[in-house]
T-cell receptor, first 112, second 114 residues
Framework: GEQVEQLPSILRVQEGSSASINCTYENSASNYFPWYKQEPGENPKLIIDIRSNMERKQTQGLIVLLDKKAKRFSLHITDTQPGDSAMYFCAASRGSNAKLTFGKGTKLSVKS | DPKIIQKPKYLVAVTGSEKILICEQYLGHNAMYWYRQSAKKPLEFMFSYSYQKLMDNQTASSRFQPQSSKKNHLDLQITALKPDDSATYFC?????????????FGPGTRLTVL
């Protein structure tokens, strides 16, 4: 199977600063790594993802890095805003139509 | 318009009863999934279907049975309900064609078993 470890479980940052969340995975066959944002009472929403043929991807203030050798990937949120406060989950899968194995989540709080 | 519909949004059941959770997606996707989220085990994969065929089952208990009557439907029947089944159940879907990996989640059904 696959195991995904996610740290930290709680992250508090000041508005305007950066926030970083790290995940590691075990199965070298995993090739797809999405990140989901979940607000209280809502469903997880896909915010950015990266495939194993890339090392870096950036979109609208979000950066994802993938280090396949270390089996590690990370989410970096630049210029955080209070609206970024939420639970964030990393996941890993073996690609198309494969199950997602999730980390336990990071609760991000952005203080203004 | 919501593209993935789950019904009901909230469900309260008594121990030992049976319930069916409904999921319909209008994204034109061929693959559908069920995930469960509780305080004890956040976002846990249960089942996946592709073209109405079971692809993967990570649920140990036979009390959980997915049912796919149409290609855009994947319902979840739960029998002999236990308090431990209390969780939010999310349906998700993805499109294998053109190498689509992204899975999109429905709004969820929050199940409470008393």
């Amino acid at each position: 199977g696959e195991q995904v470890e996610q740290l930290p479980s709680i992250l508090r940052v000041q508005e305007g600063s950066s926030a970083s969340i790290n995940c590691t995975y075990e199965n070298s066959a995993s090739n797809y790594f999405p990140w989901y944002k979940q607000e209280p009472g809502e469903n997880p929403k896909l915010i950015i993802d990266i495939r194993s043929n890339m090392e870096r991807k950036q979109t609208q203030g979000l950066i994802v890095l993938l280090d396949k050798k270390a089996k590690r990937f990370s989410l970096h949120i630049t210029d955080t805003q209070p609206g970024d406060s939420a639970m964030y989950f990393c996941a890993a899968s073996r690609g198309s139509n494969a199950k997602l194995t999730f980390g336990k989540g990071t609760k991000l709080s952005v203080k203004s | 318009d919501p593209k993935i519909i789950q019904k009901p949004k909230y469900l309260v059941a008594v121990t030992g009863s049976e319930k069916i959770l409904i999921c319909e997606q209008y994204l034109g996707h061929n693959a559908m999934y069920w995930y469960r989220q509780s305080a004890k085990k956040p976002l846990e994969f249960m089942f996946s279907y592709s073209y109405q065929k079971l692809m993967d089952n990570q649920t140990a208990s036979s009390r959980f049975q997915p049912q796919s009557s149409k290609k855009n439907h994947l319902d979840l029947q739960i029998t002999a309900l236990k308090p431990d089944d209390s969780a939010t159940y999310f349906c998700a879907s993805s499109q294998e064609r053109l190498g689509g990996y992204e899975q999109y989640f429905g709004p969820g059904t929050r199940l409470t078993v008393l």
